[in-house]
Structures are given as C-alpha cells and as structure tokens.
C-alpha cells in the first residue's frame, strides 16, 4: 500500500487527469485542481472531465476543486501544470503547504526566462520541498484506457521514489524508479524540439529513412546535452530518454510531433498552435539551444527548430543546412560534444 493518503494533482488537462484517477486508486482522497473554476464545477457536475480526457469517470474519491486552499493537506503534489507555469504555481504553493511535502514534476521542459531545469525552479522557490520528476513514454489517453505504460519516477534516494511511485501503480502503470533527476528531466525536456523536427519532416513526405535518421541524430544530441549537464547514461538511453523520444517522434498523439507535421504542411506557426493545447517543445527549443552553446555542445536539429520557430530561416532552408553538414566519423562524434 501507498504511504500517501491524500493526492494532489495541480492541472486538470488530459495528463493531469489521468494521474489522478491512477492516484485515486490507491490514496483515500485525490484532488484535482483546475486553473478555470468553470472547469471544476463542470467536472463536479459531470464526473467527468470532458474538455481534455471525455468519456473516461472520475473516481467517487476524486474531487475536482479550483481552491488551492483544498490542497493544503495533501501529503504529496504532482505538478501537471505546464512547465512556464511551474513556478508560478509553486509561489502558490508556498503560501499553504508545509515543509517536506514532495512535489512531482510532471511537466517536461526547462523555464525559458531563467534557463533553470524545473527542479532547480523547485528548489529556489520551495527548497524545503523534496522535488522528484515523473517522466517516460506516455500518453494520457493510453492510460485511462488501462494501456501497458512503463515511465520513470526519479526522488533524491530510491526509497523515496519508490514510495511516490506506488502512489501511481497499477497492473497496467508501471514505475521504474530512479535517482538521477536530471537526467529524466533532460530526456522528457529535449525529446518535445526534437519531435517537432520529426513531425516537419513526416510532414514534408520526407519519408521513413529520414524519420528514423532525425530519431538516431536526435538522440546523439540528447545525449550530449544530457551528458554535458551531468546525466546518467543509462537514464538516456531508458525511458525518460530513448524511449519517450521514440514515442513522441513517431506518433501523431503528439502535441509535438502533430505540431511539427502542419508546420511541414505548410502550416503558418500561428495557425499551427491554433488548436488551444500547450505544445512544450514551442517555449524549450530557444533555451534549450541556448544551455547548449553554454557549453558548446553542437545540436545541430534542435538548432534547426529553434531558428524555424524562431522565423529566422525557412523550412526547406533548414532541411538544406541539415542535409549539408559534413560528413563524420558516427564514433568520434558520438563520444565528442559535436554533431
């Protein structure tokens, strides 16, 4: 049995969603908060969440609310709030919870106004609270559907993620626990600029070749920025890593993947992002480069995202400075900072 008795879940979208109702299978009382009261009373009303994860039930222990207040007793948080939103929320958050209580990144991405990783958001605004990072292959929809999912949760100790975890398993959600924070959260944060590239090149009918040398350059360059900031190797090559690039890249699931393929459709970015869901690649990719050339680190894809993103350079002129690059040795760049 799960050690936590009363969950928090601080973002009523499909992902958030479907934490909580995992939560809420193992905890006595899970809440699930909604920025927009309106969301909350129409979830209280119906039981449902139907704007972001229709026709699947809300548990009876579930209780959606848009008072932070509600959550002051909750014995630990799971943050699914957007990752630009995370330290807003934590500011919030210092207002009511006590020390100790740990909270649970599951958003993926790096503050772009400060260049922090989101547990480094943590411990400035709450450094009292234990941070961890819940990251992998998943898509929401797959897991309120009781899909096999396997992610990874990674705490300070074993111990530690391994109690956050229970919080959350099921026969059909499985946790592998980790103490390499940095590490899943680089994989989770890299792998939504490298999927937008994947999604512009499916979109572009650049075919399947292309598709599976953008995931294989993708992942050299996770894993030197990964290395490069003190990543587990063997993070990078697991679920929050290798994983999760492969799903996000491959998938029209993806926000990101879906975004980067109307881009490669010819789709103004504007109108790209008109759907109303948060796209993370869109706000990383800058930062993300820009970490990268702190310490020379050459990604040449992510690069390329940016600079599109970024309406520096078009499309078919990025995929010509791609396809010009000099040919290398695939060793010496593997095991050098240089694409």
């Given at each position: 049995m799960a050690?936590?008795?009363?969950?928090?879940?601080?973002?009523?979208?499909a992902w958030?969603?479907?934490?909580?109702?995992?939560?809420?299978?193992?905890?006595?009382?899970?809440?699930?908060?909604?920025?927009?009261?309106?969301?909350?009373?129409?979830?209280?009303?119906?039981?449902?969440?139907?704007?972001?994860?229709?026709?699947?039930?809300?548990?009876?222990?579930?209780?959606?609310?848009?008072?932070?207040?509600?959550?002051?007793?909750?014995?630990?948080?799971?943050?699914?709030?957007?990752?630009?939103?995370?330290?807003?929320?934590?500011?919030?958050?210092?207002?009511?919870?006590?020390?100790?209580?740990?909270?649970?990144?599951?958003?993926?991405?790096?503050?772009?106004?400060?260049?922090?990783?989101?547990?480094?958001?943590?411990?400035?605004?709450?450094?009292?609270?234990?941070?961890?990072?819940?990251?992998?292959?998943?898509?929401?929809?797959?897991?309120?559907?009781?899909?096999?999912?396997?992610?990874?949760?990674?705490?300070?100790?074993?111990?530690?993620?391994?109690?956050?975890?229970?919080?959350?398993?099921?026969?059909?959600?499985?946790?592998?626990?980790?103490?390499?924070?940095r590490g899943?959260?680089?994989?989770?944060?890299?792998?939504?600029?490298?999927?937008?590239?994947?999604?512009?090149?499916?979109?572009?009918?650049?075919?399947?070749?292309?598709?599976?040398?953008?995931?294989?350059?993708?992942?050299?360059?996770?894993?030197?920025?990964?290395?490069?900031?003190?990543?587990?190797?063997?993070?990078?090559?697991?679920?929050?890593?290798?994983?999760?690039?492969?799903?996000?890249?491959?998938?029209?699931?993806?926000?990101?993947?879906?975004?980067?393929?109307?881009?490669?459709?010819?789709?103004?970015?504007?109108?790209?992002?008109?759907?109303?869901?948060?796209?993370?690649?869109?706000?990383?990719?800058?930062?993300?480069?820009?970490?990268?050339?702190?310490?020379?680190?050459?990604?040449?894809?992510?690069?390329?995202?940016?600079?599109?993103?970024?309406?520096?350079?078009?499309?078919?002129?990025?995929?010509?400075?791609?396809?010009?690059?000099?040919?290398?040795?695939?060793?010496?760049?593997?095991?050098?900072?240089?694409?």
């Amino acid at each position: 049995m799960a050690r936590y008795t009363h969950i928090a879940v601080l973002g009523a979208g499909a992902w958030g969603t479907a934490l909580a109702n995992l939560a809420a299978r193992n905890a006595a009382k899970v809440h699930l908060w909604a920025h927009d009261p309106n969301h909350a009373i129409e979830m209280t009303a119906t039981g449902v969440n139907a704007r972001r994860l229709p026709g699947v039930p809300l548990p009876a222990n579930l209780v959606p609310t848009a008072a932070l207040a509600d959550i002051a007793n909750a014995e630990a948080i799971f943050l699914a709030v957007p990752a630009q939103a995370v330290r807003q929320t934590c500011l919030a958050l210092a207002e009511i919870i006590g020390n100790d209580v740990p909270l649970v990144i599951c958003a993926k991405g790096i503050e772009r106004t400060s260049g922090l990783f989101l547990s480094e958001v943590i411990a400035e605004v709450l450094p009292e609270n234990p941070g961890a990072v819940l990251s992998g292959p998943s898509f929401a929809e797959d897991v309120a559907k009781g899909l096999p999912t396997a992610v990874t949760l990674a705490a300070r100790s074993e111990d530690e993620a391994a109690e956050l975890a229970r919080t959350l398993a099921t026969p059909w959600f499985r946790l592998y626990h980790s103490r390499d924070i940095r590490g899943v959260e680089i994989g989770g944060a890299a792998k939504n600029v490298l999927a937008i590239a994947s999604g512009i090149a499916a979109g572009r009918g650049l075919g399947a070749s292309a598709g599976a040398a953008l995931i294989a350059r993708g992942f050299a360059e996770l894993s030197r920025f990964g290395r490069a900031y003190g990543a587990d190797v063997a993070t990078l090559a697991g679920l929050s890593g290798l994983g999760d690039l492969v799903l996000t890249c491959t998938s029209g699931q993806s926000r990101n993947f879906s975004f980067g393929f109307a881009l490669g459709r010819g789709k103004d970015i504007a109108a790209a992002r008109a759907e109303g869901h948060t796209t993370e690649g869109v706000f990383t990719a800058g930062v993300l480069v820009d970490l990268a050339h702190r310490k020379g680190i050459d990604m040449p894809i992510s690069e390329a995202v940016d600079a599109v993103l970024a309406e520096r350079i078009s499309i078919d002129a990025a995929i010509e400075a791609l396809l010009a690059r000099p040919l290398k040795s695939e060793l010496t760049q593997a095991l050098s900072n240089e694409g």
